[in-house]
């Protein structure tokens, strides 16, 4: 996947792991990213190592903040043409652990967030009058319930069936939906005592997985991937 001339993409999430690899592969290709975090240290970072980026701090679980960002946006020349949704967030252990700010805060940062951006940027491709792709990074915890995830798994199941009511909802326009579903990658997500050495030496390096998932974005006259499972090797 190459980007056209003048193409613009948005990456959220893009500070760390998946999302600053996504940034820098598309960087490379020639697209312009609009990187959105959390930590302006990271995303300046990202501005100094790669050509083409234009970073944003955000809250993803504000909707004022979200709008403003794609209002802004919307005023660009050049078209959006994929919007990756990589932001979430992760606490994990028994059931028991948990209390109701905890929760709230998982739903803030998975659930929420994705539904205001994609409707942002349902909103952008629109006011472009152009098509557009909304790609959607959960985790193989949609697809399958943990032990010691349960909170994690829940969200993510919600956000697999948020991305797959909107892809039914958008069926017959030019907008795609992409639900991409990875295993544990080697990021920083995985917290020191959260899983062992040896189990997070045998997760996926982000820069393959990003790599998969934009040669599973190449664009065909007549059919698209709609879903990317990207597992780990078993050794």
């Given at each position: 996947?190459s980007?056209e001339?003048?193409?613009?993409v948005?990456?959220?999430?893009?500070?760390s792991?998946?999302?600053?690899?996504?940034?820098?592969?598309?960087?490379?290709?020639?697209y312009?990213?609009?990187?959105?975090?959390?930590?302006?240290?990271?995303l300046?970072?990202?501005?100094?190592q790669?050509?083409q980026?234009?970073?944003?701090v955000?809250?993803?679980?504000?909707?004022?903040?979200?709008?403003?960002?794609?209002?802004?946006?919307?005023?660009?020349?050049?078209?959006?043409?994929?919007?990756?949704c990589c932001a979430?967030?992760g606490?994990?252990?028994?059931?028991?652990?948990?209390?109701?700010v905890?929760?709230?805060h998982?739903?803030n940062?998975?659930l929420?967030?994705?539904?205001?951006?994609?409707?942002?940027a349902?909103?952008?491709?629109?006011h472009q009058?152009?098509?557009?792709?909304?790609?959607?990074?959960?985790?193989?915890?949609?697809?399958v319930?943990?032990?010691n995830?349960?909170?994690?798994?829940?969200?993510?199941?919600?956000?697999?069936?948020?991305?797959?009511?909107?892809?039914?909802?958008?069926?017959?326009?030019?907008?795609?939906v992409?639900?991409?579903?990875?295993s544990?990658?080697?990021?920083a997500?995985?917290?020191k005592?959260?899983?062992?050495h040896?189990?997070y030496?045998q997760?996926?390096?982000p820069?393959?997985?990003?790599?998969?998932?934009?040669l599973?974005?190449?664009?065909?006259s007549?059919?698209?991937?709609?879903?990317i499972?990207?597992?780990?090797?078993k050794?």
């Amino acid at each position: 996947m190459s980007a056209e001339l003048n193409q613009n993409v948005v990456v959220t999430g893009a500070g760390s792991g998946l999302g600053a690899a996504l940034t820098a592969q598309l960087s490379s290709q020639g697209y312009h990213v609009v990187a959105l975090g959390r930590s302006l240290d990271k995303l300046e970072q990202l501005v100094t190592q790669y050509k083409q980026v234009t970073p944003f701090v955000v809250d993803l679980s504000c909707e004022e903040e979200v709008s403003q960002i794609f209002s802004e946006l919307a005023v660009w020349q050049a078209p959006f043409t994929k919007v990756f949704c990589c932001a979430g967030s992760g606490k994990f252990g028994p059931l028991a652990n948990y209390n109701q700010v905890t929760i709230q805060h998982m739903v803030n940062d998975n659930l929420i967030s994705m539904m205001l951006v994609a409707q942002a940027a349902l909103g952008l491709f629109r006011h472009q009058d152009s098509a557009g792709t909304l790609i959607n990074v959960m985790s193989s915890a949609a697809q399958v319930g943990k032990a010691n995830e349960t909170v994690y798994c829940a969200m993510k199941w919600g956000c697999r069936g948020f991305t797959e009511a909107l892809r039914a909802e958008l069926a017959g326009t030019n907008i795609q939906v992409v639900g991409v579903y990875p295993s544990g990658m080697r990021t920083a997500f995985w917290q020191k005592g959260t899983v062992t050495h040896d189990q997070y030496s045998q997760y996926m390096d982000p820069d393959e997985v990003a790599r998969i998932i934009l040669l599973n974005l190449q664009e065909m006259s007549s059919c698209y991937t709609s879903d990317i499972v990207i597992n780990k090797l078993k050794r």
